[in-house]
Structures are given as C-alpha cells and as structure tokens.
C-alpha cells in the first residue's frame, strides 16, 4: 500500500512527496477511510507511529474552501509541547492547499492570541485550558466545529483535564466527529468513552500477541498490597540479579505508597516517576536510573511510555493490568537488543480475570511460581482493597484522579516555600537528627550536591 492507493487529492500527494513519505504507517493506512466516513473513532496509537498524519489526512482531504473565520477542526493536546509539533505537521501538509492553522496554549499573552483567533482560521490546536478561556472571552466561536480530535487522551485524563474537556464538550455543537487518540487504554480513557463517545469505532495497530522468546515470564498469586511489598523486597534484596528493575504500577497513588514502602528499605536506591512529579523531577529519576545510579524505577503505565532504556534486566508487574496490551507493552521494556530479559507479575484474587485476558492475547500460560513460605503474608488492607463503603451521592466531592495535576513548569521562587511538617514532625527531626517521613529525599539530594 502507497499513499498513491489513498483516495487523497494531488495537492496532498505532493505534499507527501516534498516529505520524502510514500508509504503509509500501519495507522495511517487503518484511520484513513474510517476517520473519512465521518464516524466517530478512537485511535490506539503511540507517538512515533505517524499517528498525527494519521488523522490530518484524512481531515484535510474532506475539508473545501471557505471564507468564513470561524474554526471548523478544533485538535485538543495535553501539552503545549505537543501543540508546536501537531501545527507543525498540519503546516507540512497543508504546504499546496489554502489552510489556515493556529497553535495556541496557556501561560502565554492571551491578547496575542485573541488578534490571531480574529484574523480567521479553519483549524483550531490547542490546549483545553486555554481554548475554554478564549471561548469564555467570544473571541473564538465554535458554533462551526464539525471534527473535535483528542490527541493523547490518556496523558489528557492522567493530568487532570477530565473536567476541563467535559466543559468543552458542553460548548461544543452536538452534530461533530469526534476523533480520539490514546497511546494506552487505561480505565480512565475507558470511562470517558463510555460517558460521553456511542461507541466509538476501535482502531488499533494490532499489539504483537506473541511476546519476544529472550523475555523470560513468570508469575505469582499474592493476595495484596503489603504481601506484595514482601514479595517485592525479597526479590530486590538480590541486587546482583535484580541488576536494573522498572516497575509497573497502574497510577499515581500506588506508585507513591510503594516508594515510600521501599524507600525505607532500599535508601538512595530507587527513583519513581508519574504525572504529579515535576518535568524536572521526571527527568532527573529517569537519568539517574539510565546511569545506573538507582537500581530501581517505578514508573506509571502512561509516564513510561516515552522511555527508551536498554539494559532492563526485569520488568516487575507490581499489579496486573486491566487491559491485556499494556502488558505487552510493559514487558517490552526488557529484553531489548537481543539481550535476555525477565518480566515477573504479581496478581491478586481480584486480579485474575485480568491475567486470563493476558493469557488469552498471548495465547500462552505463563508459568506460576510458588510463594516463598519464608516471606510474610500481611492481612493488613490498603484503602482500595477494604470493602466498599456506600456513599450518600455527593456531586460536590470530586474523583482524586480529576483533580488538576501540577503544571509542567517548575514553580517561581517565592511560591515553592515548603511545608515544614508539624512541630511533631520538626522535633521528631531534632532529635533523631534525620525526618521522620523521607518524602522526596532523594530529589533533594540531588539538589543540594548541585
Ligand atoms: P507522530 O506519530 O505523528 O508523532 O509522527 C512521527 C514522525 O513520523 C513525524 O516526524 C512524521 O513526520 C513522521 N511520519 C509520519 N508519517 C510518515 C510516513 N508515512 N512515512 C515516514 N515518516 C512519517
């Protein structure tokens, strides 16, 4: 397949060839006649995998002339980084055709932006914060929009915009496509297809079912949190085979409660990234871990995948995921450049019907390894795993996961005083000589050396 097999017209096509591109990536070649037909779909697709072109080919191939200025694609990212490199693309294959694009994020002159907006546009990328404020201003109307695409939805809901998006859909027209991209299907993205997309048609390069021979897999049944931090610490007391470890947990909080439990074990040993950290935190964890100077990474699902680390002894699936692929992607991070790997996952009672789904994509059992007797079994529940408790509705109380994440900056100086803790906490301090909770400790030695 060429793109010359696509039904593109040849302002596109030679768009393409200036680029130097005649072949289709496998989601190019996927998206193009759904996201043409005007329904509405949901991309499974990482960065890297042609997914922008993805659905601006088709977009652009259906869009006609017009004089009007009101937007008629709105795109949404999570970032602003990622609105320069989508306008970007736009701009590349727009290269023969009348388009007009704008980029626009916050943390920028908004009154800059509002002059652009008035100048007329046909296709709107934006980040959701900054597209609201400027639809709350009437400068920007979006009675127009015909095709609203949510580009890395996934990142969208681990950040916070959850409610963000759900005011945009609010002002949206109702009669749109709706195209959306996600790198990984987590409960969230799930959610929100399920609120507020009908059944939206599922597009996915299919995810290799057969792992890698060299990825030697195993498993164990334990029952929960704090038997898993058993298990866990046994394996790691071992630092000769257990040389270079990333660990998956399915978010935020859990990564958290298991660094602070392995933390106290393991002191100066371990790094943990996920959406909550700073850009500059993230960075510093990875690099140490890259370097070799952390043993060990625990990492969420969507942070970890942007990693690109060879030499990943064993990948520990702390819990077990929900959705069969990112099993798949999970256990990919080991057994790079022909070199062994190994993928341990822990799965509790709960967890087993998610196990049978991994077991069924890859179409093969992986092998059960027995509990150690000597290692402790906890009957001691975290919050998650206690009995439900019902609730009187509260439309007031928000989900953890909606509230907005930091944003990607550092903060300024005078706003980043930190919260000295209690004068439980200080005396605790005094008198041990050390702080009682280590918190991020080890990001702040690392700053202090510097
Ligand atoms: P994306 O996944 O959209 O971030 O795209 C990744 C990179 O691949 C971008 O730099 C694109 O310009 C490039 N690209 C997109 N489609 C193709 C193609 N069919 N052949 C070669 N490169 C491509």
Redesign the pocket.
């Known amino acids: 397949m060429r ?1 010359s097999d696509l039904n593109l017209s040849t302002p596109l096509l030679n768009a ?1 060839d200036d ?7 496998p989601i ?1 070649e996927q998206a193009f006649n759904p996201v043409a037909s005007g329904k509405d779909i949901v991309g499974i ?10 659905y601006m080919l088709p977009i652009l191939r259906h869009m006609q002339f017009s004089k009007q200025d009101n937007p008629r694609v709105l795109v949404l990212v999570p970032t602003r980084e990622l609105v320069i ?1 989508v306008v970007e ?1 736009i701009e ?1 294959l727009s290269k023969y055709i009348n388009t007009r694009v704008l980029g626009v994020y916050g943390g920028t002159n908004i009154n800059t932006q509002k002059q652009a907006v008035g100048e007329g546009l046909d296709i709107l990328v934006s980040t959701p914060g900054r597209l609201y404020d400027l639809a709350m201003s009437r400068v920007l109307q979006l009675k127009s929009i015909q095709k609203l695409v949510i580009d890395e939805v996934d990142v969208m809901l681990d950040l916070g915009f959850r409610h963000q998006l759900i005011n945009i859909f609010d002002i949206l027209p109702k009669q749109r496509q709706n195209i959306l991209f996600s790198a990984t299907m987590t409960h969230d993205v799930d959610a929100l297809l399920n609120d507020f997309f009908k059944a939206p048609k599922r597009i996915s390069i299919a995810v290799s079912g057969t792992p890698v021979d060299h990825i030697n897999q195993t498993r164990y049944n334990v029952p929960n949190f704090y038997t898993k931090v058993n298990l866990i610490t046994h394996l790691l007391e071992d630092s000769e085979i257990f040389n270079k470890v990333l660990i998956f947990v399915a978010y935020k909080r859990m990564a958290d409660r298991l660094f602070e439990n392995l933390d106290k074990i393991f002191p100066n040993e371990i790094g943990v990234i996920h959406s909550n950290k700073t850009q500059n935190y993230r960075f510093q964890s990875i690099e140490a871990f890259e370097s070799g100077e952390y043993r060990i990474l625990i990492a969420t699902d969507i942070m970890a995948r942007g990693l690109d680390i060879d030499h990943i002894t064993h990948v520990i699936n702390f819990d077990t995921p929900e959705f069969p692929e990112n099993y798949m992607h999970r256990i990919g991070r080991t057994g790079r450049a022909e070199r062994q790997g190994a993928s341990i996952l822990f799965s509790s009672d709960k967890e087993q019907e998610s196990l049978g789904q991994i077991e069924a994509l890859m179409k093969m059992n992986i092998p059960l390894l027995e509990f150690p007797s000597f290692v402790e079994v906890s009957s001691e529940l975290i919050e998650e795993e206690r009995p439900e408790l019902k609730e009187h509705y509260n439309p007031l109380k928000h989900k953890e996961e909606d509230s907005p994440g930091p944003a990607f900056h550092e903060k300024k100086s005078k706003n980043s005083k930190e919260n000295q803790g209690g004068k439980y906490r200080r005396e605790v301090a005094k008198k041990y000589k050390k702080p009682k909770t280590r918190g991020d400790k080890n990001f702040n030695r690392r700053h202090k050396r510097k």
């Open positions: 793109f393409l680029l130097g591109f005649t072949i289709p990536t190019q697709a990482q960065t890297g995998t042609g997914k922008t072109f993805a490199q693309e590349k």
